[in-house]
């Protein structure tokens, strides 16, 4: 069964936050991120879990933390069940660093709307859809607490005060590096890195990672392979990640505007969902995947025993 929901009553529990996805357990400074199988998409949680989604996405941040803990530092201490991550708490950062390599996702969208430039980057005119850019531009967003993200530039992040100019331009490295260390990665798997955001946090005076990094919930992936023949006969690339959940909610007539209503979701397109990410994960990895056991009493044992290592 899909997790929608945990209850848990951790030892030493000083406070819980339910997130679009996460159900998160604070004990002091340090929290435990059980990744369930719900889904979001233009911030929204959709109706229907989806099998084995928290899993993979768990599974894979863990996988890409761990290759990049070289280039900054981040949150993760132990993943003590699949569905499940111990780490630090820290302090968030209330901006998003996405950067896109590709005119695609709202970047298309907004092209399309007329506009060449996102968050202060400039779009060159007569760009196809999903072509590459010269170089990959960073357009943060600000953190919403509810509804949508809002885009913002750097320059107006530093000139409102948000973050000081050095720590924003230290952000701005390491996302650049981040993003070329993921895309050496897919190039490796035979797989396109299209975009992605990463988020900072503070722990002890020092920039961490604080959530997923590269994962089908926070990243756009394409084949590489069929790249060069779909954008020469002018077909849409093939997504590996949410884009292809957003799609799906586009062609029923959502985008998570007021007045829209979210249509219903069959067994078929839990399942296609459930299949693409587990394909990712074994794409992405090269390993296969096994489901594991999801009841909570072996969650919450796992997370005990994970604690008292």
Known sequence: MPITETHFNLPGQTGFYRGKVRDVYYIDDIMVAVATDRISAFDHILPRAIPFKGQVLNQLAAYFLDATKDIVPNWKMAMPHPNVTIGLLCEPIRIEMVIRGYLAGHALREYHAGKRALCGEAMLDLMADNEAFPEPIITPATK??????????????????ILPADVYHEMVRITKALFQRGTEMAAERGLILV????????????????????????SRYWYAEKYDDNQ????????LSKEFVREWLMSKGFQGLEGQQMPVMDDDIV?????????LYEKMTGRTFTGAADDAVTIERAIEVGLRI
Do not use: C, M
Request: no cysteine.
């Open 232 to 239: 020469k006969n002018g077909r849409p690339q093939e997504h």
């Open 144 to 161: 919403a607490d509810e509804g949508h993200d809002v885009d913002i530039s750097g320059e107006d992040i530093v000139k409102q005060g």
């Open 271 to 279: 399942n296609r969902i459930s299949e693409r990410y587990i394909h």
């Open 195 to 218: 975009d992605t955001k990463y988020e900072f946090g503070w722990y002890r005076d020092q920039l961490y990672i604080i959530d997923e990094v590269h994962t089908p919930d926070s």
